[in-house]
């Protein structure tokens, strides 16, 4: 990433590929960066994936110094991406300028110059660092001085060297002709994410490209809606199927307790025969009224066996009953 102070900056890179390996860019042509006192950069140094594991380091020729890979402090920062291929060096609070170098030990070199001027910068972009979705669009803004108006403008990349000058299906320039010119890369892909130049004659703009991954994000974001409409959909059926459940057991309960109560009330209507006592036995009595005198009545008198009839309700008792008046008769004889 690149980071600027009140002021965006102009580049110079001189590149010596003294060994194969590191990719130079501006094939030894004078290449310039102008810092503003105070101000930062940061700067890829690109190597070949073979040199990996190979000892990378930033080398001032001013003081010879040597600062390897993964080190930092106030001042400088160098860090190895060699997944990427390159490492990056950040330089801050710059206060003196001279040539700088970009170094794969025993392998290969390139050259950095950086100039400290207080003048305002002939190259610079609004944004040093840039990002966009995955099949979005990105814009970036590029300034030059009037100097440069009429200058040949180029957006490159710094890993393939490729330039464009021109629109195309990705990449489109257009130039206002007065005092910047915009980039738009549209149709976004991953393997675009890494570092770029605004380019006018032999000066450089860094500006650093993040590619994001939105497929993942998309399809989770879809899972959730669907399943938000999902649930907002079923709440409302639940909550019906158990308002149906609820009123038909409460419907069967009522039911079989009205069953329950119309048996009872019918079986305490009906007659209990168990509870009807049976009824008397009744004794008849022979009664012979033909002849008063004969003495054989008077003999079985006592073997005679009384009975009383009761009337039956609803018949008449108005006559005494018929043994009574006999027995009377017999009485008087």
């Given at each position: 990433?690149?980071?600027?102070?009140?002021a965006?900056?102009?580049?110079?890179?001189?590149?010596?590929?003294?060994?194969?390996?590191?990719?130079?860019?501006?094939?030894?042509?004078?290449?310039?960066?102008?810092?503003?006192?105070?101000?930062?950069?940061?700067?890829?140094?690109?190597?070949?994936?073979?040199?990996?594991?190979?000892?990378?380091?930033w080398?001032?020729?001013?003081?010879?110094?040597?600062?390897?890979?993964?080190?930092?402090?106030?001042?400088?920062?160098?860090?190895?991406?060699?997944a990427?291929?390159?490492?990056?060096?950040?330089?801050?609070?710059?206060?003196?300028?001279?040539?700088?170098f970009?170094?794969?030990?025993?392998?290969?070199?390139?050259?950095?110059?950086?100039?400290?001027?207080?003048?305002?910068?002939?190259?610079?972009?609004?944004?040093?660092?840039?990002?966009?979705?995955?099949?979005?669009?990105i814009?970036?803004?590029?300034?030059?001085?009037?100097?440069?108006?009429?200058?040949?403008?180029?957006?490159?990349?710094?890993?393939?060297?490729r330039?464009?000058?021109?629109?195309?299906?990705?990449?489109?320039?257009?130039?206002?002709?007065?005092?910047?010119?915009?980039?738009?890369?549209?149709?976004?892909?991953?393997?675009?994410?890494?570092?770029?130049?605004?380019?006018?004659?032999?000066?450089?703009?860094?500006?650093?490209?993040?590619?994001?991954?939105?497929?993942?994000?998309?399809?989770?974001?879809?899972?959730?809606?669907?399943?938000?409409?999902?649930?907002?959909?079923w709440?409302?059926?639940?909550?019906?199927?158990?308002?149906?459940?609820?009123?038909?057991?409460?419907?069967?309960?009522?039911?079989?307790?009205?069953?329950?109560?119309d048996?009872?009330?019918?079986?305490?209507?009906?007659?209990?025969?168990?509870?009807?006592?049976?009824?008397?036995?009744?004794?008849?009595?022979?009664?012979?009224?033909?002849?008063?005198?004969?003495?054989?009545?008077?003999?079985?008198?006592?073997?005679?066996?009384y009975?009383?009839?009761?009337?039956?309700?609803?018949?008449?008792?108005?006559?005494?009953?018929?043994?009574?008046?006999?027995?009377?008769?017999?009485?008087?004889?």
């Open positions: 990433m690149v980071a600027y102070g009140t965006a900056l102009c580049y110079t890179l001189i590149c010596f590929c003294l060994i194969s390996g590191t990719e130079c860019y501006g094939s030894g042509a004078d290449n310039t960066l102008s810092v503003q006192p105070g101000g930062s950069v940061t700067i890829p140094c690109y190597y070949d994936s073979k040199y990996t594991q190979q000892r990378k380091y080398f001032s020729d001013a003081d010879k110094i040597k600062i390897f890979t993964n080190f930092t402090n106030e001042t400088v920062s160098v860090i190895d991406h060699p990427q291929s390159l490492f990056t060096v950040t330089m801050r609070n710059l206060t003196h300028g001279g040539s700088y970009c170094v794969v030990e025993n392998e290969s070199l390139f050259e950095t110059y950086i100039n400290v001027q207080p003048a305002p910068p002939d190259v610079s972009v609004v944004s040093s660092n840039v990002s966009g979705d995955e099949g979005g669009n814009s970036v803004k590029c300034l030059y001085s009037s100097a440069y108006k009429n200058k040949h403008k180029q957006w490159c990349r710094y890993k393939d060297k330039c464009y000058t021109s629109q195309n299906s990705s990449v489109e320039i257009s130039d206002d002709e007065r005092a910047s010119f915009t980039v738009l890369m549209s149709g976004l892909m991953l393997e675009d994410s890494g570092w770029y130049f605004c380019s006018v004659d032999h000066l450089q703009a860094p500006v650093y490209l993040t590619v994001t991954a939105v497929a993942s994000v998309t399809i989770h974001s879809n899972t959730e809606t669907t399943n938000d409409e999902k649930m907002s959909l709440l409302p059926v639940s909550a019906g199927l158990l308002m149906v459940i609820i009123l038909v057991g409460v419907c069967t309960w009522k039911w079989r307790k009205r069953s329950a109560e048996k009872k009330q019918i079986k305490y209507n009906a007659p209990d025969t168990a509870t009807v006592p049976p009824e008397e036995p009744v004794i008849y009595s022979a009664i012979n009224d033909e002849n008063p005198n004969d003495i054989s009545l008077l003999e079985s008198k006592a073997n005679t066996i009975s009383t009839i009761e009337d039956l309700p609803g018949c008449e008792a108005s006559e005494e009953p018929f043994s009574t008046r006999t027995f009377g008769e017999q009485k008087s004889v």
